[in-house]
């Protein structure tokens, strides 16, 4: 993943570099010219970053997941449903949304230091009674039950 990184930054750098040169060069090295191409090279990065940025903030505290732990639908669809939380937490969400998966509802709190968040994880079921899909809730929508309480669907 570094790789990606240090390959694009260069590319990034020598692209600014050129365009930089190239404009300031045909505006003759003014200082008007500078400052018209520097704005030119700011608008342009600012509107790559905008359209090719990171998905917009989108809502955690209702969470659909598929029994592969990826979400099941919106802007975030396929992801990993641990890559949305912090590293800290990613093992206990995990673990719960699997517990959900085989069934059971689990409430459970995570994080560190006062700044735990709770999380409830349910299983979705058919008519049938079979589990297909997972429901992870975050923060107001957790009830204010005893935490690490979990009990059966």
């Known amino acids: 993943m570094n790789s990606h990184r240090v390959g694009s930054t260069v590319l990034l ?3 600014v570099f050129l365009v930089f040169a190239g404009l300031t060069s045909s505006l003759g090295y003014s200082i008007s010219g500078i400052v018209a191409t520097l704005a030119a090279i700011a608008a ?3 509107a790559g970053g905008v359209w090719f940025g990171g998905a917009p903030n989108t809502d955690l ?5 598929t029994p592969a732990l990826t979400i099941a639908s919106g802007p975030l669809a396929g992801h990993a449903i641990t890559d949305l939380f ?3 937490m990613r093992r206990q969400i995990d ?3 699997r517990v959900a998966l085989s069934g059971h509802t689990a409430r459970f709190a995570c994080g560190k230091g006062g700044g735990e968040k709770m999380f409830e994880a349910s299983p979705v079921r ?7 899909y ?3 809730l975050s923060g107001a929508l957790v009830g ?7 009990f059966t669907a």
Do not use: K, N
Not at 126 to 132: H, N, P, R, W, Y
């Open 13 to 15: 750098s020598g692209g």
């Open 144 to 150: 204010a039950q005893r935490v690490g309480q979990a």
């Open 126 to 132: 058919t008519a049938d009674g079979l589990v297909v």
């Open 61 to 65: 505290s209702v969470v659909l997941y």
């Open 86 to 88: 912090p590293d800290h």
């Open 95 to 97: 673990i719960q949304c």
């Open 134 to 136: 997972g429901l992870l």
């Open 44 to 46: 342009l990065l600012y």
